[in-house]
């Protein structure tokens, strides 16, 4: 199962993915596409992984969807290939999965970041949806994701001028959870997912899916959800040992990673 669009390698409990098109600016072409939903999918079946990170180049995290391969088809090419939904795929991961941008996150590239469940960017990362600039509108979730991440006026802004927001802005918005120098980025994304994949995998998985659920539904459900699921926890050794930890005063052995 070789891959030649991208790199896929473990650290400890940490599954990496590094976009690797840089004459494209890791371009997201069908093959791209392929393959980070391909190894995603492998590193959340694999019992030794936590967690994931998806991460590009200095200079482009990805400039987005492959516009030369888009360039020429047809609509019922791109509905009969229902274009862009494999990318489903990639939120149906249940493990925790970061993206750790710089340079630029554009198009397709702003929105692969978004399908990810936080966003470290770099102090040098853009942001922007400029579908807009060649004569079409995001395609991979932007105008949906992007308006209920930083809201509809911001959003409406970026996808009717294409303009780029910088990382300031971008945290400031709630796009990216924090800013980090780029020459740190990596270390840095890899130091919080391997943090997260120490903790109690059911638990972690859980706080995932009860979080996405605030997206899905009215907030009384979600509330609801949330209260269901945390009842839950309570048929786990590792709410016992956790707990236990505590009140013992020593680090938590979880059973379940
Ligand atoms: N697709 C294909 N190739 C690309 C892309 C892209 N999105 N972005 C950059 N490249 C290529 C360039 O063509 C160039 O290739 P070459 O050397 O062969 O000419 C190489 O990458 C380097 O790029 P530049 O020389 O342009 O590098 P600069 O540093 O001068 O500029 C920019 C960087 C500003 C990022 C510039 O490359 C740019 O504007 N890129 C396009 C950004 C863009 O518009 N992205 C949105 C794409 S559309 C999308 O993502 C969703 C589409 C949904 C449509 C749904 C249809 C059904």
Redesign the pocket.
């Known amino acids: 199962m070789a891959y030649e669009t991208i790199l896929v390698e473990t650290r400890g409990r940490v599954g990496l993915i590094t976009l690797d098109r840089p004459?494209?600016?890791n371009?997201?072409n069908a093959q791209v596409q392929d393959e980070i939903v391909r190894a995603a999918k492998a590193f959340d079946e694999n019992a030794k992984i936590g967690a994931i990170v998806i991460t590009g180049s200095e200079?482009?995290f990805a400039?987005?969807?492959?516009?030369?391969?888009?360039q020429p088809?047809t609509y019922i090419e791109?509905y009969m290939e229902d274009?862009?939904s494999d990318w489903d795929a990639l939120t149906r991961v249940r493990k925790p999965i970061i993206a750790a941008v710089a340079g630029?996150a554009?198009?397709?590239?702003c929105?692969l970041a978004m399908m990810c469940d936080f966003i470290i960017a770099a102090d040098n990362a853009r942001f922007g949806q400029?579908?807009i600039?060649?004569g079409?509108?995001?395609?991979?979730g932007?105008s949906q994701r992007l308006t209920r991440f930083v809201g509809k006026s911001k959003a409406m802004e970026m996808c009717l001028t294409g303009r780029m927001m910088d990382a300031e802005e971008a945290e400031r918005s709630g796009l990216v959870s924090r800013i980090v120098p780029a020459g740190e980025l990596l270390e840095e994304a890899l130091k919080v997912a391997g943090k997260i994949a120490e903790f109690s995998m059911p638990a972690v998985m859980m706080t995932k899916e009860a979080v996405n659920r605030a997206y899905e539904t009215t907030l009384s459900e979600g509330v609801r959800f949330e209260r269901r699921v945390f009842h839950a926890m309570f048929a786990l050794d590792d709410q016992k040992e956790g707990m236990a930890a505590f009140s013992e005063k020593r680090t938590a052995q979880f059973k379940n990673r």
């Open positions: 004459k494209a600016l371009a997201l200079k482009a400039a987005g969807a492959d516009i030369k391969e888009m088809k791109t274009m862009f630029y554009l198009g397709g590239g929105e400029p579908e600039t060649i079409v509108m995001p395609g991979m932007g």
